[in-house]
């Protein structure tokens, strides 16, 4: 079971970047899945992520900007971040709470650099 992040990248202040994040592996259930971020010397912290009622949460910094989405199967999740500043430069992960055949835990995606800067 593993998660696989993509799309991050260098963007310009206003820009946008679509980031990617799909489960795969031997799995049986998943929720929460969703995204956070974090820079040097801060805590990982919530950007967005799908409860397990199947709605969508944001953190502060992401509400009017970003916008969270799935695929049918709810095993790629989606961040289509806007108006991005340089403040949302940071490592984003990928997060999700798995069932499979090495039973229910939370797994994180490798990383992705998201740098916004002129």
């Known amino acids: 079971v593993q998660l696989q992040a993509s799309g991050g990248g260098l963007v310009q202040p206003g820009g946008s970047l679509r980031l990617s994040c799909a489960a795969s592996g031997s799995i049986f259930g998943l929720n929460g899945m969703g995204w956070y971020r974090q820079t040097p010397g801060k805590q990982r912290e919530l950007v967005a992520v799908?409860?397990?009622?199947?709605?969508?949460s944001y953190g502060d910094s992401a509400k009017g900007r970003f916008t969270i989405s799935r695929d049918n199967a709810k095993t790629t999740v989606y961040l289509q971040m806007n108006s991005l500043k340089p403040e949302d430069t940071a490592v984003y992960y990928c997060n999700a709470r798995i069932y499979s055949s090495l039973g229910y835990r939370s797994y994180w995606g490798q990383g992705t650099q998201v740098t916004v800067s002129s």
């Open positions: 799908f409860t397990s009622g199947g709605s969508p």
